[in-house]
């Protein structure tokens, strides 16, 4: 299983950027993908999930902002990000989950893609 996880960077708030996870190594389409984020001095929080055929899910902080969208085709997932505020900032994560769940199927992280949201 591998996870990569690209697209972060420095944006002002208000500002937007669009992450990507290329995933390989398992039958892609057959899993429920999901976004965590983690901020060091904090702990994993879940950002939202998408099921199989590109239904998503969102937790209640981004919901309306966030957008996460697959193509199966590709194996990748993506989050768009708009309207960022600084409290998004932190290491982004994308994680092969159980359906309906946060937990994960396979014990492993991708290396993660920073996101800073500053002026």
């Known amino acids: 299983v591998q996870l990569v996880e690209s697209g972060g960077g420095l944006v002002q708030p208000g500002g937007s950027l669009r992450l990507s996870c290329a995933a390989s190594?398992?039958?892609?389409?057959?899993?429920?993908m999901g976004w965590a984020r983690q901020v060091p001095t904090k702990g994993l929080d879940w950002v939202g999930s998408?099921?199989?055929?590109?239904?998503?899910y969102y937790v209640d902080s981004v919901a309306g902002r966030f957008t996460i969208s697959r193509d199966n085709a590709t194996n990748t997932v993506y989050l768009q990000m708009n309207s960022l505020k600084r409290a998004d900032t932190a290491a982004y994560y994308c994680?092969?989950?159980?359906?309906?769940?946060?937990?994960?199927?396979?014990?492993?992280w991708g290396q993660g893609t920073q996101v800073t949201v500053s002026s």
């Open positions: 998408i099921d199989r055929v590109g239904t998503p």
């Open positions: 190594g398992f039958t892609f389409s057959n899993y429920f």
């Open positions: 994680a092969i989950l159980y359906p309906g769940t946060w937990t994960r199927v396979f014990d492993y």
